[in-house]
Antibody
C-alpha cells in the first residue's frame, strides 16, 4: 500500500521560501497525479496545486505567482516551494496522490505543520 | 472560485444514529463532488466521489447523494470509528475547493 510522508522545516521566516518534500513509498511516483493541499489553523482545506508524473503542473491561481511543484522520479519524491511567505501561509501541509484524476486525493500523507514566524 | 458551505459545522450524535451532513455549492458542480473523512493527527481519507460512488474499502453505511448545488453525506448507523471531521470538495472547476468541515462528535 502506498505511503506518503511530508518532510521539511517546521518554522520559516517571513519573506523566505517554504520548501517541503513528499516521499512516496510502497509504489512508484511514475504514474498518477501528485498534489499539495494545506489547512490553515481554524480553517478548511485549500488546494495548492498538483503535478502529473510527466511534469505538467496546475496551481491554484491565488498562489500561482509563488508556488512551484516539482517531481523527481529517480528519488520517488515530489516537492513544494512557496516563496515570499507570510503568517497567512502558516498551515498543516499535506501531500496526496490522485489515481482517479488530478482532483481526487485517494492517498494522503499525515501532514506537517509549518509555522511562518520571525 | 466555487464556494462550498457545509452544515452543520458541528454535529453531536450517538452510536447507532443515522446522520446527514449537507454541502452546498455556490454554483452548479454537476456531480463532481467528493467527501473526505479526517481524524486528528491522521491522513484524510477519500470516502465518496462523483457524489455517490463509494471509494473501495469504505463501509456501505456511508452514502452520498445530490447533484448541482446540494449534496448530502449520510451515515446510516454511526459506529465509534466514524467520529471525525468530514469535508466536501468540488472538482467541477479549478481551483478545486473544499467545505469548511463538519465535526462529528460523540453526544
Amino acid at each position: 500500500q502506498v505511503q506518503l510522508r511530508e518532510s521539511g522545516p517546521g518554522l520559516v521566516k517571513p519573506s523566505e521560501t517554504l520548501s517541503l518534500t513528499c516521499t512516496v513509498s510502497g509504489g512508484s511516483i511514475s504514474s498518477y497525479y501528485w498534489s499539495w493541499i494545506r489547512r490553515p489553523p481554524g480553517k478548511g482545506l485549500e488546494w495548492i496545486g498538483y503535478i502529473y508524473y510527466s511534469g505538467s503542473t496546475n496551481y491554484n491561481p491565488s498562489l500561482k505567482s509563488r508556488v512551484t511543484i516539482s517531481i523527481d522520479t529517480s528519488r520517488n519524491h515530489f516537492s513544494l516551494n512557496l516563496s515570499s511567505v507570510t503568517a497567512a501561509d502558516t498551515a498543516v501541509y499535506f501531500c496526496a496522490r490522485g489515481t482517479l484524476g488530478a482532483a481526487l486525493a485517494d492517498s494522503w500523507g499525515q501532514g506537517t505543520l509549518v509555522t511562518v514566524s520571525s | 472560485d466555487i464556494q462550498m458551505t457545509q452544515s452543520p459545522s458541528t454535529l453531536s450524535a450517538s452510536v447507532g444514529d443515522r446522520v446527514t451532513i449537507t454541502c452546498r455549492a455556490s454554483q452548479s458542480v454537476s456531480s463532481w463532488l467528493a467527501w473526505y473523512q479526517q481524524k486528528p493527527g491522521r491522513a484524510p481519507k477519500l470516502l465518496i466521489y462523483k457524489a455517490s460512488t463509494l471509494e473501495s474499502g469504505v463501509p456501505s453505511r456511508f452514502s452520498g447523494s445530490g447533484s448541482g448545488t446540494e449534496f448530502t453525506l449520510t451515515i446510516s448507523s454511526l459506529q465509534p470509528d466514524d467520529f471525525a471531521t468530514y469535508y466536501c470538495q468540488q472538482y467541477s472547476s479549478y481551483p478545486y475547493t473544499f467545505g469548511q468541515g463538519t465535526n462529528l462528535e460523540i453526544k
